[in-house]
């Protein structure tokens, strides 16, 4: 075909597998630089409470890569019976063992354990998720040692490492959950470089409204964990878009009857945006580099 022909344009797709897979190695480099320099190995402790395939799963993925990391990890597993009282004794052993850095219980817990009172427990400076109440307001504010929560982290670092401008750009977020679009908002909008740009946080609440709240985005961020829930008529030509769903639906042709996807209509959003991040391989990957980059962080932090 001539070069001057083109056929119909499709955005570029955004490789958060291989960006998390330089992060990682830089990770594991300052690891090994902080353990001959202090002796110590950045320790992880993960709070796996039940049965949840996916939990079990993402607890498993991330407990690998601490240990490629060059981290010390450990998974401590209870029964799904197990009570809010003895889940927190253990939370406050952890905070006072001087050898355990990072602290990650994961979400969701059982409905008789209350997440607030969990994650209140954990000392905010072994909190490498971010929940904590210390953490989120420091982030609000933008100032004093906290940790970012891992996926909007993650999000923030892709965006900086493929070159995607965000100061003075319309940014819509769907989604306004703790974990994802309410700290990702806050993140966007701090005069910092790789920020400083104009948030909306669409929600539930835009009801039919939401399609003109979504067209008007530069960016565009899909944190609401429905499949699907973006079509192309919803996105505004060139605009990027950031898939976080992690949805788990029924597809025949595979093995296991199931497959992944996103909140974005990836197949035909592909044809107006300029970049995409595909699912899996997008902001997955990212989630967990920023788990490792965090478990560092606070090793460093606490050593002084
Ligand atoms: N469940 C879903 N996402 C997360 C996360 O980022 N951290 C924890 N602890 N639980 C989760």
């Known amino acids: 075909m001539p070069s001057n022909i083109s056929t119909t344009t499709e955005a570029r797709i955004i490789d958060g597998k291989a960006i998390a897979t330089a992060i990682r190695a830089e990770v594991k480099e300052q690891a090994q630089a902080f ?15 039940g049965t949840n395939p996916a939990s079990e799963v993402y607890v498993r993925n991330k407990g690998t890569t601490s240990r490629e990391s060059g981290f010390d990890s450990e998974t401590i597993r209870y029964d799904e019976s197990v009570s809010e009282f003895e889940l927190l004794q253990k939370i406050a052993a952890l905070n006072a063992d001087p050898l355990t850095h990072a602290i990650l219980c994961q979400l969701p817990l059982p409905k008789h354990i209350s997440e607030e009172h969990v994650i209140e427990a954990i000392d905010p400076a ?9 953490n989120i307001g420091r ?12 996926t909007p982290a993650g999000i923030m670092e892709m965006m900086i490492r493929e070159g995607i401008e965000t100061s003075g750009k319309h940014v819509v977020i769907v989604g306004r959950s703790n974990i994802v679009g309410k700290p ?12 400083n740009a104009v948030v909306t946080l669409a929600h539930t609440g835009a009801g039919s409204r939401l399609p003109e709240f979504t067209r008007s985005a530069d960016i565009l961020i899909a944190a609401m964990g429905v499949p699907h829930a973006i079509t192309r008529d919803m996105v505004a030509p060139g605009a990027v878009v950031i898939d976080v769903g992690m949805n788990r639906i029924s597809d025949p042709s595979k093995p296991s009857g199931t497959r992944l996807t996103g909140d974005v209509d990836y197949d035909e959003v592909k044809f107006v945006a300029s970049r995409i991040t595909p699912v899996p391989g997008g902001v997955g990957p990212m989630t967990i580099a920023m788990v490792m980059k965090n478990t560092l962080l606070a090793a460093e932090r606490q050593k002084g």
């Open 184 to 195: 990702l908002a806050a993140l966007l909008v701090q005069k910092a470089a790789g920020a």
């Open 139 to 150: 982030l609000s504010i933008g100032k004093g040692d906290y940790f970012a929560p891992c």
């Open 35 to 49: 353990t001959s320099r202090t002796g110590i190995r950045p320790r992880i402790v993960f709070i796996l409470v």
């Open 126 to 134: 072994k909190d490498i998720d971010g929940f904590h109440p210390v």
